[in-house]
């Protein structure tokens, strides 16, 4: 056969691994057990010290809530940092107001949340903590949080990432709730299907935790667009991959504002897919040579594009193997409608096992406009790809 030929069959292959990879996560999740947890036995002490680490640059709107959700959960040994980063509003004021420290950086050559928690880190070397929790400014956290996520941290010895839940307001419509089930599905169904197949899981940024020797000779400084992925990677290759904490529930909110959305969702998407481009050669190669299996599945985890990506990747080459059916090559068409009933079979069985609260079925038809709608967000990838650190517009 031609190696013209061959580019539908290859293409479409391309396409098989990521959505193999959606259907066993979704499948673990839903079906595998909980991972077994180590019996735990009562002790007097309130264990290492912990500092909740909170990186802030103008959150005077949302930190007074943040803080007060925070310290419900705090025990006698927590305290609370906020890094208040090229401020220029009340957020200290409001934070000295609910009795936390605080430390002020500025610096407008450098932004990103990745130079705050530099910044806050080495506030903390004088006299380090045993634990460092991260959150973000505009998060509230069940009361349990910081117990569950401390208590991960000690049996596994290795980073912890909690539940981070975000929430579509109510003005943003059918769109909104489809954003929200896909976090949904990225941040529960995809997290604790790699917890029960006892892989490890990714950061998210606020919800993380680590033992203070898991930061040391990190590099946090910097403007990635993920920070909190990278940092991930980062650590797995270091030999302490995170683990997932479902118990540890963190909440946040999608911005109201079409702007904040569209300025948020550009900077999450265009900085995942430039970090595949980056890291997932190397830590796949490396794993593979290794012969590191959970470091390998872990990499083809973070090499899956985002699902409305995913999606009109696979529409394309179908069409493209349509074109190829006609002249006469049967096969590839075979393949993507097999792909496209995986990957519709996977989100539809997300959908009905857990996300039924979340999206309804009325708005789940309106799926192919939503992905219509990233469409440019994508083209813009390619041409005027998001480099630049953007803080998302608070409402």
Not at 34 to 54: F, H, N, Q, W, Y
């Amino acid at each position: 056969m031609p190696l013209l030929n061959l580019i539908p069959t290859l293409l479409t292959l391309a396409l098989v691994v990521p959505v193999l990879v959606l259907l066993v996560e979704t499948l673990a999740a839903l079906y595998l057990p909980e991972p077994r947890r180590t019996a735990k036995e009562d002790s007097e002490g309130e264990g290492p010290r912990c500092t909740v680490l909170i990186p802030a640059h103008n959150e005077e709107k949302v930190i007074g809530r943040t803080l007060a959700s925070l310290k419900q959960a705090l025990s006698p040994n927590d305290e609370i940092l906020v890094v208040l980063d090229n401020c220029t509003d009340r957020t200290g004021e409001v934070a000295s107001a609910h009795g936390i420290r605080t430390v002020e950086r500025k610096d407008e050559s450098k932004k990103g949340k990745g130079y705050a928690l530099d910044f806050g880190i080495r506030a903390l070397k004088e006299d380090p903590p045993g634990i460092v929790v991260v959150l973000d400014a505009d998060c509230s956290v069940e009361p349990n949080f910081l117990k569950e996520l401390k208590e991960t941290l000690l049996e596994k010895r290795r980073p912890v990432q909690g539940l981070y839940l975000m929430k579509a307001p109510v003005q943003t419509g059918p769109q909104g709730k489809i954003a929200e089930f896909a976090w949904f599905f990225k941040s529960f169904v995809r997290q604790q299907g790699l917890n029960k197949l006892s892989l490890p899981c990714h950061l998210q940024g606020t919800g993380m935790a680590f033992l203070w020797e898991h930061l040391e000779g990190v590099d946090l400084a910097g403007s990635d667009l993920v920070e909190d992925m990278k940092l991930g990677i980062d650590l797995a290759m270091r030999g302490t991959p995170a683990c997932f904490c479902p118990r540890a529930v963190v909440r946040s909110s999608f911005p109201r504002e079409k702007s904040g959305w569209k300025s948020q969702r550009t900077r999450w998407e265009h900085g995942h897919l430039a970090l595949i481009m980056r890291k997932f050669p190397v830590l796949f190669l490396r794993s593979v040579l290794s012969g590191d299996f959970r470091s390998a599945v872990f990499g083809l985890d973070m090499a899956v594009p985002p699902l409305a990506l995913l999606a009109l990747l696979l529409f394309l080459v179908t069409l493209l193997d349509l074109a190829a059916a006609f002249a006469g090559i049967i096969f590839p068409l075979f393949l993507a409608c097999a792909v496209f009933l995986l990957l519709g079979g996977t989100i539809a069985l997300a959908w009905i096992k857990l996300g039924r609260s979340i999206l309804s079925f009325r708005e789940l038809l309106t799926v192919p406009w939503y992905i219509g709608g990233k469409l440019g967000l994508y083209i813009r990838f390619l041409g005027k790809r998001e480099k630049n650190w953007v803080r998302t517009k608070r409402d």
